[in-house]
């Protein structure tokens, strides 16, 4: 199971249970509001780490298709890792290979701190097969 829900300071958390397959879909939007679609040579970059902090293991990195906002996210990815919460980021790579965050939108201090963002939760898994 995934799902997107909202922390009680209203930061978008990912939920997603350990071993599961999901897809995850990040819609985008242009400056002015408007619906982006991604290019046939574009895609989205999904990354989780312990914290956000490049000496902090890379746990997670996810491609969405080129043109596609789908990111799929596979069973062994999650598998062998503990239940709670780390710290994700989507990534959009342009054509020209220029990389920008676009997901989680962050404010104040959320910005430069390298604590644990908390904003991708890896639920404990009820059956185990």
């Not at 819609?27 to 895609?43: Q, V």
């Not at 069973?75 to 920008?100: C, F, L, W």
Request: charged share 25%; glycine share 6%.
């Amino acid at each position: 199971m995934i799902f997107i829900s909202n922390d009680s300071g209203g930061n978008e958390v990912i939920n997603l249970t350990v071993g599961d397959d999901a897809v995850l879909t990040i819609p985008l939007k242009t400056d002015d509001g408007e619906d982006y679609e991604l290019g046939t040579n574009e895609y989205l970059i999904f990354s989780v780490r312990e914290k956000p902090d490049e000496n902090s293991e890379l746990l997670i990195e996810a491609f969405s298709d080129q043109g596609s906002n789908d990111i799929a996210l596979t069973h062994d990815m999650t598998a062998n890792m503990e239940p709670g919460y780390y710290s994700a980021e989507v990534q959009y790579m342009s054509e020209d290979q220029k990389r920008i965050t676009v997901w989680p939108k962050l404010s104040g201090n959320q910005k430069t701190s390298k604590a644990n963002r908390k904003n991708f939760c890896l639920m404990t898994e009820v059956v185990y097969r």
